[in-house]
């Protein structure tokens, strides 16, 4: 759509704020309750000394920090005391505006994050388009707008075909 053509046009002339993806400082994922999610940001916590931004559908932050917890622990991982302080739960929702984010936070988190790990989508199989379009079409395009506002990000992106088809030929 033409807002986002135009967040588009001011990025591809503005050079100042480019990420640097080997110091990465505040990184903002989607996805963490997650089969991938849970286990990037795993990796995350080991492999980076970042803060992990992780938007999570919660009623409250707590409620977001036990989803996260639990889906770790469903893959046999736990968190320790240090990389839980690492862990900025954010309640939200991939479907709606901002990302169920207010404006406030939303602004804050678009000038503090440098790369956006986005691996959330509703997975289903069976579900038509229309019903998997709000998470895994809108919920994209969301997090696209929240790339091209504030300062420059990196994505990392990850598609429920490519995680479930993987195979040693592609």
Not at 36 to 57: D, F, P, Q
Not at 127 to 154: I, Q
């Amino acid at each position: 759509d033409k807002a986002i053509h135009d967040l588009i046009q001011k990025h591809q002339t503005d050079s100042a704020d480019s990420a640097n993806p080997g110091n990465l400082q505040n990184v903002f994922l989607t996805g963490t309750t997650g089969f991938l999610g849970a286990r990037l940001l795993k990796e995350l916590l080991n492999k980076t000394n970042a803060t992990m931004h992780c938007l999570v559908r919660a009623s409250s932050l707590q409620a977001a920090l036990t989803r996260i917890e639990h889906a770790l622990s469903i893959h046999g991982m736990t968190l320790s005391d240090d990389e839980k302080k690492r862990i900025e739960p954010i309640m939200g929702d991939l479907t709606a505006k901002n990302l169920g984010m207010s404006d406030d936070q939303w602004l804050k988190l678009t000038q503090t994050a440098d790369t956006v790990f986005h691996s959330a989508a509703t997975v289903n199989m069976i579900k038509d388009y229309y019903e998997l379009r709000p998470a895994n079409v809108f919920g994209t395009r969301e997090v696209v707008r929240f790339l091209l506002e504030g300062k420059r990000k990196h994505l990392h992106y990850a598609s429920t075909l490519s995680v479930f088809v993987a195979t040693t030929n592609n």
